[in-house]
């Protein structure tokens, strides 16, 4: 069975970065796009951020360009999100997921990331 | 981007009856070259990450009960819960997927039991 399981979050200052990572098993994680999407205390789903299957292309929502990095690692089955300069309105579950067929089939569980002072 | 819009935010429906969500996008997620919609309904349950319930606006997923259903072409689409039950609480949401990203989402829809 598909399993991802995402780790890394916690309690960071305004400012400050946190490395987000998601570890997958039970599938061809190299043959994936995968992603993250977030969704803030009590409200809605956002799409954060894409990645191919060899990490050669990604995609970001505007509001974490150039402060978010999204990278994989297919030897180790692993996703990494390094979140730099984060904000009190990043604060959120942060999920990773599989992307088959033009929509997301596997989620992880997600984990919490705060932003505050 | 594309906008999603849901409605209605939420609604109560007795156990057995039907619910309706609506979506629209801003633009058209219909591929003419193929003729699939790039929308996708999720199903999220409290404390649980979301999960596919309809791919290409109208296709279930495997092991979907099938008193769910969705239609709609272009920019308006509807997911149906045809006998509402218990276990299906929940907020909803649809997500297109067309072109490229950002992939957004709806608001979401709460269902609950009247």
């Known amino acids: 069975e598909v399993q991802l399981v995402e780790s890394g979050g916690g309690l960071v200052h305004p400012g400050g970065s946190l490395r987000l990572s998601c570890a997958a098993s039970?599938?061809?994680?190299?043959?994936?796009?995968m992603n993250w999407v977030r969704q803030a205390p009590g409200k809605g789903l956002e799409w954060v951020a894409t990645?191919?299957?060899?990490?050669?292309?990604?995609y970001y929502v505007d509001s974490v360009k150039g402060r978010f990095t999204f990278s994989r690692d297919n030897t180790k089955n692993s996703l990494y999100l390094q979140m730099n300069s984060l904000r009190a309105e990043d604060t959120a579950v942060y999920y990773c997921?599989?992307?088959?067929?033009?929509?997301?089939?596997?989620w992880g569980q997600g984990t919490l990331v705060t932003v505050s002072s | 981007d594309i906008v999603m819009t849901q409605s209605p935010d939420s609604l109560a429906v007795s156990l057995g009856e039907r619910a309706t969500i609506n979506c629209k996008s801003s633009?058209?997620?219909?591929?003419?070259?193929?003729?699939?919609?790039?929308l996708i309904w999720y199903q999220q349950k409290p404390g649980q990450p979301p999960k596919v319930l309809i791919s290409?606006?109208?296709s279930r997923e495997s092991g979907v009960p099938d008193r769910f259903s969705g239609s709609g072409s272009g920019t308006d689409f509807t997911l149906t819960i045809s006998s509402l039950q218990a276990e299906d609480v929940a907020v909803y949401y649809c997500?297109?997927?067309?072109?490229?990203?950002?992939?957004?989402f709806g608001q979401g829809t709460k269902v609950e039991i009247k």
């Open positions: 997921a599989r992307e088959t067929r033009r929509r997301l089939d596997w």
């Open positions: 039970g599938l061809t994680f190299s043959g994936y796009w």
């Open positions: 990645i191919s299957s060899d990490g050669s292309q990604k």
């Open positions: 633009q058209s997620v219909l591929d003419n070259s193929n003729n699939k919609n790039y």
């Open positions: 290409w606006a109208s």
């Open positions: 997500q297109q997927y067309y072109g490229s990203p950002p992939w957004t």
